[in-house]
């Protein structure tokens, strides 16, 4: 008897588990095609109510690791290491405050982000892509 419910409390562990992992590894996934425009995020410049045509406003374009990157490179160094930012205190994100950047274009120490950064129309299934993804680069 008592064995037969170790087994269960087991396959329910292992199951678990894997469930865990299986959603680990599709939020990156999701994180991975937003990131690069597989899948398209609507976004707008500030100021700007016409939205951005889809090609522009992949991540990858300004944030990519070519030498014509515009933006900072997004890794977990970059994001979840504490660095002064735009003249602000030192700050880390997490994927709230990853959020708040892209929908507002406010950094974690409340620092307006330039203009160039456009702002996106993001639900909380794509930050939470996003910053799985970002976060474990
Ligand atoms: C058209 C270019 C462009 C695109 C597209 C773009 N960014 Fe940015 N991004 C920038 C620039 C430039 C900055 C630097 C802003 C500053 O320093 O004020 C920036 C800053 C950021 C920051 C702040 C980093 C920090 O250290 O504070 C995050 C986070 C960010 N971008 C995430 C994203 C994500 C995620 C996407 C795609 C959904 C994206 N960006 C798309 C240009 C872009």
Do not use: K
């Not at 937003?34 to 992949?58: E, I, K, N, S, Y």
């Not at 203009?115 to 892509?129: G, I």
């Amino acid at each position: 008897m008592r064995r037969r419910r170790t087994w269960r409390v087991l396959l329910g562990v292992v199951g678990l588990g894997t469930f865990a992992i299986a959603q680990q590894l599709y939020w990156r996934h999701q994180g991975e095609a937003l990131f690069t425009g597989q899948a398209a995020l609507p976004a707008r410049l500030a100021g700007h109510a016409d939205p951005l045509p889809v090609q522009a406003a992949r991540c990858i374009n300004c944030h990519g690791e070519g030498a014509d990157r515009i933006g900072p490179l997004l890794s977990s160094a970059t994001l979840t290491t504490a660095q002064a930012r735009r003249g602000g205190p030192p700050s880390v994100y997490d994927e709230r405050t990853l959020c708040r950047a892209l929908r507002e274009g406010v950094d974690p120490a409340q620092v307006t982000l330039t203009r160039a950064m456009p702002l996106y129309t993001a639900a909380d299934a794509d930050c939470t892509a996003l910053w799985t993804f970002l976060s474990r680069q």
